[in-house]
């Protein structure tokens, strides 16, 4: 596609329950992101996927989080045993080069899966 | 420490006027980033700009400017003659030296911004 999807758009859960949010980046984009943002709170970086090197992990914020990359392309993550705080937008983003902050590259984002744990 | 802070949370102006949204940072860094976002109500975050910290000269895009002022960590957006569509959260953002691949930018909170007709 043109841009960023993410699927779903939004999805309400019960607390304790697993979930997976989909990101389909743009094609021929080597890095990819995670990002939340909660009610309030300023966006916070997940994780980041570059080609075929380990993901950088360090922002997921528990081991209830975790996240994958098949093929250099489609990006999952999963979020095991809800909990109310995980409510958020979780926002994918996708750049060409693996310096996305360079000139001359830009971070393309989704809209957006909105998750809402009750 | 390494922040960056929007003190505006809302502003709301009418069409046509011109608004300036705030953005403060701190860092230690001599080279760094800073960044703009808008993020429309349909959730997406859209780059605006990309400045960085050895070229403080200002900047203009149609009805967007960008005032960078090293002296007072400050990198202020002003929309002039605002419209409907500018409505949105717009944020600010920094990106440390240190950040290795880039990925671990500092974001404000943001300020959301209503255009009323």
């Known amino acids: 596609g043109a841009g960023v999807s993410q699927s779903p758009s939004n999805k309400v859960t019960e607390k304790g329950k697993d979930v997976e949010l989909r990101c389909d980046p743009i094609s021929g984009h080597t890095a990819l992101y995670w990002y939340r943002q909660s009610l309030g709170q300023g966006l916070e970086f997940l994780i980041y996927f570059q080609g075929n090197s380990a993901p950088d992990k360090s922002g997921l914020p528990s081991d209830r989080f975790s996240a994958e990359r098949t093929g250099g392309s489609v990006s999952t993550l999963t979020i095991q045993r809800t909990q109310q705080e995980d409510s958020a937008v979780y926002l994918c983003?996708?750049?060409?080069?693996?310096?996305?902050?360079?000139?001359?590259?830009?971070?393309?984002f989704g809209e957006g899966s909105w998750l809402t744990v009750v | 420490a390494q922040k960056v802070t929007q003190a505006q949370t809302e502003i709301s102006v009418v069409e046509k006027e011109d608004v300036t949204l705030d953005c403060v940072y701190e860092?230690?860094?001599?080279?760094?980033?800073l960044f703009w976002y808008k993020q429309p109500p349909s959730g997406e975050l859209v780059f605006l700009i990309r400045r960085n910290s050895f070229d403080e000269q200002n900047e203009i895009s149609g009805r967007y400017s960008w005032n960078f002022q090293k002296s007072t960590s400050s990198f202020n957006f002003t929309i002039t003659a605002s419209q409907v569509v500018d409505s949105a959260v717009y944020f600010c953002?920094?990106?440390?030296?240190?950040?290795?691949?880039?990925?671990?930018?500092?974001w404000g909170l943001g300020t959301s911004l209503a255009v009323n007709p």
């Open positions: 860092t230690r860094d001599t080279t760094y980033y």
């Open positions: 953002a920094l990106r440390p030296s240190n950040a290795g691949n880039n990925r671990k930018l500092i």
């Open positions: 983003a996708s750049s060409l080069r693996p310096r996305p902050y360079d000139s001359g590259n830009t971070i393309y």
